[in-house]
C-alpha cells in the first residue's frame, strides 16, 4: 500500500468486542489471584525444580550405562549360600546375553561386508566368516544344548563332563 493513502477509502472495520475502560478502583480479582498463586506456588516450585536440575548437572548419573560387580562363580560358592547362588545365577544371565550380543553383532558384521562387496564376498569377508565361526562355536560349547530354561548349574554341569570327555579322550590317545 502507498504511503499516502486515504483512510477513509480503506476504513478499519470496528471489533466485535468493544475495550471497557474501567471505572472502578477495586482492582480485578483475577489479576489478585494470578499474582498470589505465582508467588506462592509457581515461585517456590521453579525455584526447587530448578535447584534439582542443578544438582543433577553437578552429578551425572547414566542408567543405562550400570555396572555390576563380578560376583563368585557358582562353584565358588558355599554349600547353602543360596544367596551366592542367586548372585551367580544373576551373573551367569548377564553373561549369556552379552555372549549372545557378542554373536549378533559379528554376525551382522558379517552381513554388512557381505552387502558392501557383492560378488566376492568369499575373498573379501573371509576373516569375518572366520571370527564368526569361531565366536558361535565357543557359544555353542558353552550355551548349547542348555535350552531354555538353562541356568548357571546346568551349564557348570556341562562343562564339567565335557573337561571329563576331553581328559579321557587326552588319555586314551596317549595310550
Not at 59 to 78: A, I
Not at 122 to 146: P, S
Amino acid at each position: 500500500m502507498p504511503e499516502d493513502s486515504d483512510w477513509e477509502a480503506y476504513k478499519v472495520p470496528p471489533t466485535r468486542t468493544p475495550v471497557t475502560e474501567r471505572t472502578t478502583s477495586v482492582p480485578n480479582p483475577v489479576t489478585f489471584f494470578q499474582a498470589v498463586f505465582g508467588y506462592v506456588v509457581e515461585a517456590p516450585v521453579t525455584y526447587l525444580r530448578e535447584w534439582i536440575e542443578r544438582q543433577h548437572a553437578k552429578n551425572k548419573f547414566y542408567y543405562y550405562h550400570q555396572k555390576f560387580r563380578r560376583v563368585p562363580d557358582l562353584s565358588e560358592c558355599l554349600e547353602g549360600d543360596y544367596l551366592c547362588f542367586y548372585e551367580a545365577e544373576a551373573q551367569w544371565r548377564r553373561d549369556r546375553m552379552v555372549d549372545q550380543e557378542i554373536v549378533e553383532i559379528v554376525r551382522e558384521r558379517l552381513c554388512a561386508c557381505k552387502q558392501r562387496e557383492g560378488p566376492n564376498e568369499f575373498q573379501n569377508c573371509a576373516k569375518e566368516m572366520q571370527l564368526l565361526a569361531q565366536v558361535t562355536k565357543a557359544y555353542q560349547d558353552r550355551y548349547g544344548d542348555l535350552g531354555v530354561h538353562g541356568n548357571a548349574r546346568t551349564c557348570l554341569m556341562k562343562q564339567k563332563h565335557r573337561m571329563m570327555e576331553e581328559r579321557k579322550a587326552q588319555e586314551n590317545a596317549s595310550q
